[in-house]
């Protein structure tokens, strides 16, 4: 994140020194690579990574949670910044990513027990869980 939020703001300082800032924040195409869907991307980007940081991690997990949904609009609004052969690069990791995300979707389907929950004097809650049935 930090690689993609220099190239933003290097891009941005070099426009603002040419005063075309505007202008060149909002193109959509032209030089064969989409500025405004950069920024939209970068801007998801940098809005999951502050909400990743341990204090709302932590202390507001839903909020951690829904704004990581933006992954959705990160990579859909990259691919349309950076073209083909270069989104075609990565890929092989998204779609990973993406089967990652199903088979964690099929799993998560079957039922699982608290059978009991112990809060220990460390602090840490013990939780005792059924195990789910086995479809064999």
Request: proline share 4%.
């Amino acid at each position: 994140m930090m690689l993609f939020t220099l190239h933003g703001l290097f891009f941005v300082i070099a426009w603002a020194m040419e005063g075309t800032l505007i202008n060149e924040i909002t193109s959509w195409g032209g030089s064969g690579v989409a500025i405004f869907p950069g920024v939209i991307s970068l801007l998801a980007g940098l809005l999951m990574w502050v909400t990743s940081l341990p204090p709302v991690r932590k202390k507001q997990f839903e909020v951690f949670f829904y704004t990581h949904q933006l992954y959705v609009v990160f990579v859909v609004f990259l691919a349309l910044h950076v073209g083909d052969y270069t989104f075609c690069i990565a890929c092989g990791g998204i779609f990973l990513f993406m089967l990652d995300r199903f088979l964690r979707f099929c799993q998560s389907r079957r039922t699982v027990n608290v059978i009991s929950a112990t809060r220990l004097p460390c602090g840490i809650i013990e939780l005792v869980l059924s195990k789910p049935e086995s479809n064999n």
